[in-house]
Nanobody, 126 residues
């Protein structure tokens, strides 16, 4: 079992920045660096979509809508997944979720994830 707890959401004006964090627990610390993890979001009235993924060998992929603005990273010492979000737009408003899977993933696409956090709300005003 892997438990995921997100934090860092909030309200900002367009052009601002937020950093989301997701602390993982319940997984073998020595293997955390190979854990496949991602950020998803659900925008109002839309299906959940992948935002950024970091694969088991640290390869990263981003949704086209966030390329150049968002950066995903992992702190393997603190077992924390991060999402730095810059140049935020009103259309980034939604609930953001952290996800993990223990099976290997390349980081080239968004596979099926086994574990999910409870979500953190991001609101960007114009």
């Amino acid at each position: 079992q892997v438990q995921l707890v997100e934090s860092g959401g909030g309200s900002v004006q367009a052009g601002g920045s937020l950093r989301l964090s997701c602390v993982a627990s319940g997984y073998r610390p020595i293997a955390y660096s190979t854990l496949c993890m991602a950020w998803f979001r659900q925008l109002p009235g839309k299906a959940r979509e992948g935002v950024a993924i970091i694969g088991s060998t640290s390869r990263t992929t981003y949704a086209d809508s966030v390329v150049g603005r968002f950066t995903i990273s992992k702190d393997n010492v603190e077992n924390t997944l991060l999402l730095q979000m810059n140049s935020l737009k009103p259309e980034d408003t939604g609930m953001y979720y952290c996800a993990a899977r223990t099976m290997w993933c390349s980081g080239d696409n968004f596979p099926t994830f086994d574990y999910w956090g409870q979500g953190t709300q991001v609101t960007v005003s114009s």
